[in-house]
């Protein structure tokens, strides 16, 4: 098993203050003083080139690319008891 950290870029955004507080967070969770300053450099860099884009281009989603992201993936909290059932005919034709 691998245990990480993911940056959450549309909460914190490019806040500096942010970002060093994210990286001291990740040094409290046991990270070593190197690893933290590497994702905050990270973010640093890809911030930057971000912008960048954005200037150059006019457009607000240049270098989407480069945030850290992952997919949602939408799943049930639990897994269902019982197999659903329509309710009506128009339900039923849906299914």
Do not use: C, W
């Not at 549309?10 to 507080?21: H, V």
């Not at 990286?23 to 905050?40: I, K, M, P, T, Y």
Request: proline residues 5%; without cysteine; charged residues 25%.
């Amino acid at each position: 098993m691998q245990i990480g950290v993911i940056f959450p870029q549309t909460e914190f955004g490019s806040d500096p203050l942010a970002i060093k507080d994210y990286a001291q967070a990740v040094e409290a969770l046991g990270f070593s003083h190197d690893q933290a300053r590497e994702v905050e450099d990270d973010i640093r860099r890809r911030d930057a080139e971000r912008m960048t884009l954005q200037l150059a281009e006019g457009e607000i989603l240049a270098g989407k690319n480069l945030m850290h992201t992952r997919a949602v993936v939408p799943e049930p909290l639990v897994q269902p008891k019982h197999a659903s059932t329509a309710l009506n005919a128009e339900a039923q034709e849906a299914t």
